[in-house]
């Protein structure tokens, strides 16, 4: 997971009247945010973590579609490349969850961390949930049938290699679908405490949202999980 200094707790979202609308040009709704939106007609407002702080909690509240793990999740990634899990989390209304990274201005994703020693990804998966935004309470829909890598820029495998302390020419990720059960005041941040925080606002998105506004080394990846994904958002 990157490691974050700060986060923007303070946002002219928080001082401004929701104003909904339909875009045809771009508009800013914070300084952070990308200003460009060409395929989209409909932008969701964004959140921000209002919250100072995140108590602990004891026990998860996710349930999962099958018993156990399938085989694909055990299956071993390409050589080189750090095993990492990759969460698409939808809302009641099939909107994608997004946040802004903290570390590369304009840049969106969707939640994601690395997976431990011996743990199984689909664990890995509500941990790295918990951990980056606070949310305990998802259901597992579906998991992508193999792994999927993306390669690191060179400045980004540099700076990672010290944070990591192994060098991986990229990431293999293991993606799992999971719908949002819980209230969206749950949503934090600043996580359940146990790791710095990575993000700064939040959105649920579009899947034309998430890749447009996404890196580009990691563009490629998201088209194929959402292509995998795609009945859940009908």
Same mark, same amino acid.
């Given at each position: 997971?990157?490691?974050?200094?700060?986060?923007?707790?303070?946002?002219?979202?928080?001082?401004?009247?929701?104003?909904?609308?339909?875009?045809?040009?771009?508009?800013?709704?914070?300084?952070?945010?990308?200003?460009?939106?060409?395929?989209?007609?409909?932008?969701?407002?964004?959140?921000? &973590?209002?919250? @100072?702080?995140?108590?602990? %909690?004891?026990? *998860?509240?996710?349930?999962?579609?099958? +018993? !156990?793990?399938?085989?694909?999740?055990?299956?071993?990634?390409?050589?080189?490349?750090?095993?990492?899990?990759?969460?698409?989390?939808?809302?009641?209304?099939?909107?994608?969850?997004?946040?802004?990274?903290?570390?590369?201005?304009?840049?969106?994703?969707?939640?994601?961390?690395?997976?431990?020693? &011996?743990?199984? @990804?689909?664990?890995?998966? %509500?941990?790295? *949930?918990?951990?980056?935004?606070?949310? +305990? !309470?998802?259901?597992?829909?579906?998991?992508?049938?193999?792994?999927?890598?993306?390669?690191?820029?060179?400045?980004?495998?540099?700076?990672?290699?010290?944070?990591?302390?192994?060098?991986?020419?990229?990431?293999?990720?293991?993606?799992?679908?999971?719908?949002?059960?819980?209230?969206?005041?749950?949503?934090?941040?600043?996580?359940?405490?146990?790791?710095?925080?990575?993000?700064?606002?939040?959105?649920?998105? !579009?899947?034309?949202?998430?890749?447009?506004?996404?890196?580009?080394?990691?563009?490629?990846?998201?088209?194929?999980?959402?292509?995998?994904?795609?009945?859940?958002?009908?």
């Amino acid at each position: 997971m990157a490691i974050c200094r700060s986060v923007f707790l303070h946002s002219p979202l928080l001082h401004r009247p929701p104003q909904p609308q339909v875009l045809s040009k771009p508009t800013f709704f914070s300084p952070n945010y990308p200003p460009k939106f060409s395929k989209f007609t409909k932008l969701p407002l964004l959140h921000q &973590n209002p919250k @100072p702080h995140s108590p602990t %909690i004891s026990s *998860l509240a996710f349930s999962s579609s099958s +018993s !156990s793990s399938s085989s694909s999740s055990m299956e071993s990634p390409p050589e080189g490349y750090r095993r990492n899990v990759g969460i698409c989390l939808i809302n009641p209304s099939k909107k994608i969850f997004a946040a802004s990274r903290l570390d590369i201005p304009n840049a969106w994703q969707m939640p994601q961390g690395g997976i431990d020693e &011996n743990e199984d @990804p689909k664990v890995a998966a %509500i941990r790295e *949930l918990k951990e980056e935004t606070g949310v +305990s !309470s998802a259901e597992v829909l579906a998991e992508a049938p193999s792994w999927l890598t993306y390669d690191l820029p060179p400045e980004v495998r540099e700076k990672l290699k010290h944070q990591w302390g192994s060098d991986w020419k990229g990431q293999a990720q293991k993606w799992f679908l999971l719908k949002f059960t819980g209230n969206e005041e749950d949503i934090n941040l600043l996580g359940d405490g146990s790791e710095k925080p990575e993000f700064g606002e939040w959105s649920w998105m !579009s899947p034309e949202q998430i890749i447009d506004l996404a890196v580009d080394f990691k563009k490629p990846v998201y088209k194929e999980v959402l292509a995998v994904f795609a009945p859940y958002f009908q």
